[in-house]
């Protein structure tokens, strides 16, 4: 069976979440749902114990930021900006702990997977269909100032 590219990436996703999650076997890593239970449950764990903290992210690539607030909000956190805030900066509350160890790592796993998986797609349709050259622009000497 050949996976398409979106196939591969899901997978890829999962086993990240997986990883995080704390996944012990190779059943449990394929688990879909079960992964993202698991972090939930130390999400709330971890709650009850540890004071929350009011986290300030910037996340300028609007991809990006859609994938931190939809994973903030699938470990039952609700992330937030004050008015006036720029649409890049997201506000979290949560545990520390949480926050460095699974959140913050996880999202960046994430976020590189999808980041290149788009650059990818983004890459092979302006092959396709505009210019098969997508390298960066030349760089040339600049030219003589005249006096």
């Known amino acids: 069976?050949?996976?398409?590219?979106?196939?591969?990436?899901?997978?890829?996703?999962?086993?990240?979440?997986?990883l995080y999650a704390g996944a012990a076997t190779a059943g449990e890593k394929t688990a879909?749902?079960?992964?993202?239970?698991?972090?939930?449950?130390?999400?709330?764990?971890i709650s009850r114990t540890e004071q929350a903290e009011e986290f300030k992210?910037?996340?300028?690539?609007?991809?990006s930021r859609q994938l931190f607030i939809a994973l903030c909000r699938r470990y039952g956190m609700k992330p937030f900006r004050y008015p006036r805030m720029?649409?890049?900066?997201?506000?979290?509350?949560?545990?520390?702990?949480?926050?460095?160890?699974?959140?913050?790592?996880?999202?960046?796993?994430?976020?590189r997977a999808l980041t290149s998986h788009l650059n990818d797609i983004t890459k092979k349709i302006i092959r396709?269909?505009?210019?098969e050259a997508t390298q960066d622009a030349d760089e040339i000497s600049e030219p003589r100032q005249l006096r």
């Open 128 to 131: 396709e269909e505009v210019h």
């Open 32 to 45: 879909a749902g079960a992964a993202a239970e698991r972090i939930r449950r130390q999400f709330e764990t």
């Open 86 to 111: 720029h649409r890049q900066t997201v506000m979290v509350r949560a545990p520390a702990s949480f926050v460095h160890v699974t959140l913050w790592p996880e999202f960046e796993e994430l976020s």
């Open 57 to 63: 992210f910037s996340i300028t690539d609007p991809w």
């Open 1 to 18: 069976m050949v996976l398409s590219s979106e196939e591969r990436l899901r997978e890829k996703l999962r086993k990240i979440e997986a």
